[in-house]
T-cell receptor
Framework: GAGVSQTPSNKVTEKGKYVELRCDPISGHTALYWYRQSLGQGPEFLIYFQGTGAADDSGLPNDRFFAVRPEGSVSTLKIQRTERGDSAVYLC???????????FGQGTRLTVV | ELKVEQNPLFLSMQEGKNYTIYCNYSTTSDRLYWYRQDPGKSLESLFVLLSNGAVKQEGRLMASLDTKARLSTLHITAAVHDLSATYFCAVGLNYGGATNKLIFGTGTLLAVQP
């Protein structure tokens, strides 16, 4: 596709459940980023992939959060044992090689009830 | 800890007026990004500033970067209602030549009144 695609657009889950959020970057973009945006705040960095490897995962809040990008394209953000505090919009972005502007997807709004 | 501060946090202005949004950051970086976000929408890239003294203009918006002062500005000329949105600046932190992460400011909510 022409832009970064994220699915689902909305996800409601019960506390304690496991969720997966998917990101399809722009074709050919090697750099991929995940961010989390809480209401009224700026996006907060979670993790950065260059190709298949996580080059910087310093923003993951704890070990319940994990992300993969096995073939260097699609990425999945996985959250175990969800908590109400995990409720936010999760944004994915991609960049051609990490040296050019990053384009953001529409985000997945996660609500933990 | 890197801090990126924007001011003002909220700006109400009349159509036709000029104003400037300021973005201060606390660490060395030569990459500064400006994004626009409409309610319920994702982030739209406006400007990428990659060197000291860089200035870019698009329509009624002009962005500049002073890396020595660790300051970027977004200047709005003759505002129109369509510019109403939240504007974020973000500092790029890079290692090995690539931007590892963007650290975002708190955002400036701009409301242009007719």
């Amino acid at each position: 596709g022409a832009g970064v695609s994220q699915t689902p657009s909305n996800k409601v889950t019960e506390k304690g459940k496991y969720v997966e959020l998917r990101c399809d970057p722009i074709s050919g973009h090697t750099a991929l980023y995940w961010y989390r945006q809480s209401l009224g705040q700026g996006p907060e960095f979670l993790i950065y992939f260059q190709g298949t490897g996580a080059a910087d995962d310093s923003g993951l809040p704890n070990d319940r959060f994990f992300a993969v990008r096995p073939e260097g394209s699609v990425s999945t953000l996985k959250i175990q044992r969800t908590e109400r505090g995990d409720s936010a919009v999760y944004l994915c972005a991609s960049s051609l090689n990490g040296n050019t502007e990053a384009f953001f997807g529409q985000g997945t709004r996660l609500t933990v009830v | 800890e890197l801090k990126v501060e924007q001011n003002p946090l909220f700006l109400s202005m009349q159509e036709g007026k000029n104003y400037t949004i300021y973005c201060n950051y606390s660490t060395t970086s030569d990459r500064l990004y400006w994004y626009r976000q409409d309610p319920g929408k994702s982030l739209e890239s406006l400007f990428v500033l990659l060197s000291n003294g860089a200035v870019k203009q698009e329509g009624r918006l002009m962005a500049s970067l002073d890396t020595k002062a660790r300051l970027s500005t977004l200047h709005i000329t003759a505002a129109v209602h369509d510019l109403s949105a939240t504007y974020f600046c973000a500092v790029g932190l890079n290692y090995g030549g690539a931007t590892n992460k963007l650290i975002f400011g708190t955002g400036t909510l701009l409301a242009v009144q007719p």
